[in-house]
Nanobody, 124 residues
Framework: QVQLVESGGGLVQAGGSLRLSCAASGRTFSSYGMGWFRQAPGKEREFVAAISWSGDRTYYADSVQGRATISRDNAKNTLYLQLNSLKPEDTAAYYC?????????????????WGQGTQVTVSS
């Protein structure tokens, strides 16, 4: 069992930056594939970024490619998402997800564990 707690969201002006964190409980964090998703009001939860268990492979949605960096610190059981050049359309609740599969996972239904989300609001 893995518990995930996101933090770092907030209100930011367009063009600004935020770093989201996801603290994970459990001794097996370092062996899990991890990802970030987001959900805007009235829309489905969508993939943002994913990282392999070792951190050596990452993958990004086209919408954030070049503006986002996913990383992990296995010693601290923490996943990060750095978001730069934020746009109003980035406004959403951001969720981290984990799965015992060690690899890059892109679909919601591939992840076994989810956090409660952290809100990111970008003003124009």
């Amino acid at each position: 069992q893995v518990q995930l707690v996101e933090s770092g969201g907030g209100l930011v002006q367009a063009g600004g930056s935020l770093r989201l964190s996801c603290a994970a409980s459990g001794r097996t964090f370092s062996s899990y594939g991890m990802g970030w998703f987001r959900q805007a009001p009235g829309k489905e939860r969508e993939f943002v970024a994913a990282i392999s268990w070792s951190g050596d492979r990452t993958y990004y949605a086209d919408s954030v490619q070049g503006r986002a960096t996913i990383s992990r610190d296995n010693a601290k059981n923490t996943l990060y998402l750095q978001l730069n050049s934020l746009k109003p359309e980035d406004t959403a609740a951001y969720y981290c997800a984990a799965d015992p599969s060690r690899y890059i996972l892109l679909r919601r239904d591939e992840y076994a564990y989810w956090g409660q989300g952290t809100q990111v609001t970008v003003s124009s």
